[in-house]
């Protein structure tokens, strides 16, 4: 397990890098890594239970209190970001509808569980993103085939149940039992059984992504002026999405801690989710636009980082870089 736990820390200080390698892997040898794709929704389960062993129905029940902060994460998530993901998408890439779904479904999904990591490596408001990302997972088995639905309308074929069921079991059904097995053990779960699993997680992590990427590799090897605007596309609007958490939280006149949060909350989506959603539901191209996202999400995380550090050096900051959690509500 010490070994596993030292793997983890390795591959965790460079998770852009890691990615890039999986989506690599999966592009050059398909025939490999393609046969894992039948099980990597039941991974994903296994991850998203780790990952909600860390919340608890008191940290939720204290952002409810006061929910204006949640109600503006999700509000950029649910609504904000799909409709002009549809609208952009739709205008630059509409004679292509399987494209205009993937990059609708890039933005339609809940909030990456790897938020958490980087929001308390910068300070933030642990708590408001904990619940953020529970209840974005929670929702999601009925946020995304609705929203695809309504969003795409009858361009596209969308089996809102077999989604609604998938995400379900993949995601919903996980989430809450991993906050009841932390809860009904008075912490043993964050503290013992979540540590033990996280090596694990992060191994699946990378198996997922290997697999799913599989799934793009026909079009990697034979990209097209249209495929390379995809992934401008998806560059500038993943980078649009942690700017749309500051100028809220600068808006709403948030704390540092909040700011941290609503940054990394509404920029890292669960792209491993819309990639399982895409191979299963999707045809193959649709696949394209999501995985995109793994190229660009972790780097663009380390660069608002980065942003995160110089914000707190110019106001609010303690010496060890870390913000000052007295102005935490």
Not at 222 to 233: D, H, I
Not at 276 to 289: C, G
């Amino acid at each position: 397990m010490e070994a596993l736990k030292r793997f983890e820390r390795a591959i965790g200080s460079k998770m852009a890098l890691v990615s890039l390698g999986c989506v690599a892997l999966g592009v050059l040898f398909p025939q490999a890594f393609g046969p894992l794709e039948s099980v990597v929704p039941a991974l994903f389960a296994i991850m998203t239970f780790q990952g909600s062993l860390n919340n608890t129905f008191h940290q939720l029940a204290h952002v409810f209190r006061d929910p204006r902060r949640l109600l503006v994460i999700l509000a950029v998530n649910v609504v904000g970001m799909p409709l002009v993901a549809r609208v952009l998408a739709g205008a630059i890439f509409g004679g292509d509808p399987n494209l205009v779904t993937g990059i609708v479904l890039e933005y339609s999904v809940p909030i990456g569980v790897v938020s958490y990591m980087w929001i308390g490596m910068y300070g933030g408001n642990t708590a408001l993103g904990l619940a953020a990302i529970l209840v974005s997972t929670v929702l999601s088995p009925f946020t995304i085939p609705l929203g695809l639905q309504l969003l795409l309308g009858q361009t596209v074929q969308v089996d809102v149940m077999g989604m609604m069921t998938s995400m379900i079991f993949m995601i919903a059904l996980p989430a809450l039992a991993g906050m009841v097995v932390n809860d009904a053990t008075h912490g043993w779960g964050r503290e013992t059984l979540s540590p033990n699993l996280s090596p694990i997680s992060k191994i699946l992590l990378m198996v997922i992504i290997t697999a799913n990427a599989t799934g793009i590799s026909d079009f990697m090897r034979n990209l097209t002026p249209v495929l390379v605007g995809v992934m401008a596309f998806i560059l500038v609007f993943a980078t649009s999405g942690f700017l749309w958490g500051l100028v809220a939280a600068r808006l709403g006149g948030e704390s540092l801690p909040n700011l941290v949060t609503m940054c990394f909350d509404c920029g890292i989506r669960n792209i491993s989710a819309g990639a399982v959603l895409a191979a299963a539901y999707f045809p193959p191209e649709v696949m394209f636009p999501v995985m995109m996202g793994t190229l660009f999400q972790q780097v663009l995380a380390a660069t608002f980082g980065s942003v995160m550090s110089r914000i707190v050096a110019g106001g609010g900051g303690d010496e060890r870089g870390g913000l000052d959690r007295s102005r935490r509500p």
